[in-house]
């Protein structure tokens, strides 16, 4: 088994378990920018948060999934699996761990169905036009 067939979102499912356990709340600011829309009665900042790192993280591990889905190879199949697998897992914590009830980890859960639906859709397509390729005569 390749690297290739290790789904990369799990990576932001055990960060937010890591975050949770150690106690991080996910409102919590990592930093805040200036926004030229402020004015000199009304200070207007971006606000960061963990939360919304680990949305981007997902967004960015989501984008690479899918990217992975496009080839047609047995880790690829190997990949689709575990997905599912990181699937499951994600939504039996959030309908039965009372910390992961929050809109980041629902969007860590919806992100995971996504790549599971997509990477199987994708695969599938991607193995049929190989397929036709491969039979066609010249």
């Known amino acids: 088994m390749t690297l290739r067939a290790i ?6 499912f055990v960060l937010y378990n890591f975050l949770a356990l150690t106690g991080v709340d996910l409102n919590h600011q990592i930093f805040s ?3 030229p829309s402020s004015r000199p009665d009304a200070l207007v900042s971006w606000k960061f948060t963990w939360g919304d790192m680990l949305i981007i993280i997902t967004l960015v591990m ?12 047995t880790s690829s199949l190997v990949d689709h699996a575990l997905s599912m697998v990181v699937m499951i897992i994600c939504l039996i914590e959030f309908l039965l761990v009372p910390k ?5 980890f629902f969007i860590i859960l919806f992100s995971t169905m996504i790549d599971t639906i997509a990477g199987y859709t994708i695969g599938t397509s991607v193995a049929r036009r ?3 390729i491969g039979s066609q005569d010249n």
């Open 130 to 132: 190989n397929l036709n």
């Open 33 to 35: 920018l200036p926004m």
């Open 62 to 73: 989501l984008f690479i999934e899918l990217l992975k889905s496009t080839y047609a190879t």
């Open 100 to 104: 992961a009830a929050t809109s980041v």
């Open 7 to 12: 789904p990369l979102i799990a990576i932001a």
